[in-house]
């Protein structure tokens, strides 16, 4: 099998993501820039040339460097992370949480397609586009990050899980510790991938990278850097202290107008609705868009008759005390969703983000508040994707001429008509020519009895469908029967399945990169850089 692709609509149910891609002219009100357009990167680049309030090169440059040296960067990373002190370097920004073991397939498709578009970029308008990647390492979703899944033919998905969950507890990735349960864990997880001659280095790797002292946010910085080695992807950690001064006029911004990015969020969200999307972010009319720390601990922020306050009423403040403890204790404030991407783009001289179809939708509402803060608006890019297929799954997907769209809409239901399609033509036959016998002697008989009295036709009717439900139990009940004695071809597909679409989702929102380096090495990554076209926007079948 050749790597080929099939269209979005084929794989996922997301309308707006459709429209995005297929109609972007009806969108054209929410997103500044198609990303289709063969001529944006010129415009793009003088836009943000242009901005009224120029990003923080040298010290971004620097604090960039110092991050990417700690996590081994080698000097492709470097460079990149030096050359945006000058005025003619431009970012391919993407970003991901933090998650155990660098989380989702997604995330690394992501890191792909901004190291391939900036490479892109570059040799189009001969400036230089660096990829960088957001790391939300100040993001508090622990349910979000604390898991990872290895893909088996067996059963379902196996789930490894580090620690449970706790709603109350609202520190940041960046502050939360691997900890005691790492070595165990490892232990499980190794013992569930795949036996090869490259598990022992994937494995080695894990246990040099994920130690019980590590943080969530160092051990995801450490793997990528080691998974994108030679391809220039610079990482960034929010949390540092040193870039917390950096992001101070974005919070400025939001502590002197509490509510207007809300205002505009709503506003976009009403206007997304009036067009049949659903709103991908949700935001209460009180709600500011900034978190305060507070005893290590993440704190939402509202605004109501003149006051900030946490969502517990823990934390009071006037907007001076906010100003004040802002030019005190920068660090005290993070972002949140709306506000993330303004933070992003004050500090970077951006000119697109690559994002998921979740990501894009998100965009759709923050239009209006990049005016307001008076940042340019990025090229809103889909990120690659992709479902890998090793050897015995491409032969089983030939031989029974499936595609992903088969397993997506139901594996039961395609192998009833893979059986109904291979049921001996003498069945198959009979039951047409029956059910035709049915329907022509019915009709002959309801045209006799009806003459006699019309009040019989409800009973021959009733008698009709009888006859046609009990045709169709025969028919159930002889596939049951193909089920069992042609368990072979059922059992195929269903390993199959179990690998393409794993948990009844696509396999890159489930399976993680170390299971397919396990299994083929770390030459995996370069086999996944050839096959992703960053200029095709649909998802791609890849075989291994």
């Given amino acids: 099998m050749n790597p080929h692709a099939v269209d979005y609509r084929q794989v996922l149910p997301a309308p707006l993501l459709h429209t995005y891609l297929d109609d972007f002219e009806s969108l054209q009100s929410f997103y500044a820039h198609d990303p289709r ?47 945006l002190a000058g005025d003619d370097t431009y970012v391919v920004s993407t970003g991901q949480q933090t998650g155990l073991f660098t989380g989702p397939l ?65 520190r940041s990735a960046s502050d939360r510790l691997l900890g005691p349960g790492t070595g165990p864990l490892l232990k499980q997880f190794a013992d569930a991938l795949p036996d090869s001659e490259y598990s022992p280095s994937a494995i080695d790797a894990l246990r040099r990278h994920c130690t019980a002292d590590t943080s969530f946010s160092d051990a995801f910085a450490r793997l990528m850097t080691l998974l994108f080695k030679g391809q220039g992807l610079v990482l960034v950690d929010p949390t540092d202290p040193a870039l917390k001064p950096l992001m101070s006029p974005v919070f400025e911004r939001e502590i002197r107008d509490p509510l207007a990015s809300t205002r505009s969020v709503l506003a976009a969200s009403g206007k997304l609705a009036g067009a049949g999307f659903d709103p991908q972010v949700t935001r209460s009319p009180d709600a500011v868009n900034l978190f305060l720390y507070q005893d290590g601990q993440r704190n939402a922020l509202r605004y109501e008759n003149g006051r900030f306050s946490s969502r517990d009423d823990s934390l009071s ?10 030019e005190e204790a920068p660090g005290r404030f993070t972002h949140n969703v709306v506000t ?21 939708a998100y965009y759709g509402q923050l239009g209006g508040v990049y005016r307001q803060f008076g940042l340019p608006f990025p090229v809103v890019y889909p990120r690659a994707s992709h479902t890998l297929v090793g050897a015995r799954t491409v032969r089983v997907l030939e ?19 893979k059986l109904r399609e291979e049921m001996p ?11 035709g016998d049915v329907e022509a002697h019915y009709r002959n008989l309801k045209g006799h009895v009806t003459a006699i009295d019309p009040g019989l036709n409800r009973i021959v009717e009733a008698s009709e469908r009888k006859t046609n439900f009990a045709l169709g139990k025969l028919e159930e009940k002889t596939l049951r029967a193909l089920k069992k004695s042609d368990g072979v071809m059922r059992g195929q597909i269903m390993r199959a399945d179990r690998l393409v679409y794993p948990n009844g989702q696509l396999q890159e929102r489930v399976a993680n990169i170390w299971q397919f380096v396990a299994l083929h090495g770390f030459d995996v990554m370069k086999t996944l850089f050839d096959a992703t076209d960053e200029t095709d926007f649909r998802h791609r079948i890849t075989p291994l």
């Fill in 425 to 435: 033509v003498p069945v198959t036959e009979g039951l047409r020519a029956v059910r």
């Fill in 106 to 170: 997604y995330t690394i498709y992501k890191a792909i397609t901004a190291v391939k578009l900036a490479k892109q970029v570059s040799e189009e308008t001969g400036v230089r586009a660096v990829p960088v990647f957001w790391m939300a390492a100040d993001d508090h979703d622990f349910a979000e990050i604390n898991h990872v899944h290895v893909c088996r033919t067996d059963g379902d998905a196996l789930r490894f899980e580090l620690g449970p969950d706790d709603p109350n507890d609202r």
């Fill in 317 to 326: 403040f006037t907007d001076r005390d906010l100003l004040r403890l802002l």
């Fill in 37 to 83: 357009d063969p001529d944006i990167w010129p415009r793009m680049i003088e836009t943000v040339r242009s901005r009224t309030s120029p990003p923080p090169r040298t010290a971004l440059s620097r604090i960039l460097e110092e991050q990417n040296t700690r996590y081994g960067a080698d000097d492709t990373v470097l460079d990149n992370a030096r050359s």
């Fill in 340 to 360: 993330r991407s303004l933070v992003q783009d004050s500090l970077f001289p951006t000119l697109t983000y690559i994002g998921g179809p979740a990501e894009i």
């Fill in 399 to 417: 031989k029974h001429g499936l595609t992903i769209s088969h397993f997506v809409q139901g594996i039961e239901s395609v192998i009833d008509q």
